[in-house]
């Protein structure tokens, strides 16, 4: 492994029974995320996504690439911008695609990661710490 090499990268589907099925799992029950009337009402373009789980879905990349899911130390990022998810069989495609960004000399590597909907990335700075 060395800083630059890529991670295999993983195109996902977002629907809104996936979002129904998050929101159980998460308790997260705001009205954005299930509720087109409401979303649209507060000003947003129609239902968006959990930034949470698209932030785990980014995780898969690092995950999957790791094999072990207990490497994983640390995941941040910042939402900035929403995946909007149309009420659809297809519902929104998110890709997702990293990096190594460091070698850490105490054995831990920073991967660089990327979240993109419609071209547009979603996720500010997200970036993994994993044990090599």
């Known amino acids: 492994m060395k800083v630059g090499d890529e991670l295999p990268g993983i195109e996902v589907r977002v629907t809104r029974e996936q979002l ?3 929101a159980g799992a998460s308790l997260d029950f705001n009205p954005i995320h299930w509720n087109e009337a409401f979303a649209k009402e507060v000003g947003l373009p129609d239902v968006i996504a959990h ?3 698209t932030m785990a879905l980014a995780a898969r990349v690092v995950t999957d690439w790791l094999g072990d899911p207990a490497r994983l130390i640390d995941l941040s990022a910042r939402f900035t911008r929403p ?14 695609t990293a990096k190594v960004g460091a070698l850490n000399e105490d054995g831990t590597a920073r991967i660089d990661l990327v979240a993109k909907f419609e071209d547009k990335t979603v996720l500010g700075k997200p970036q993994a710490l994993v044990r090599v």
């Open 51 to 53: 930034g949470m789980l």
């Open 20 to 22: 129904v099925r998050y």
């Open 83 to 96: 995946v909007v998810v149309p009420n659809t069989p297809e519902g929104a495609r998110v890709e997702f």
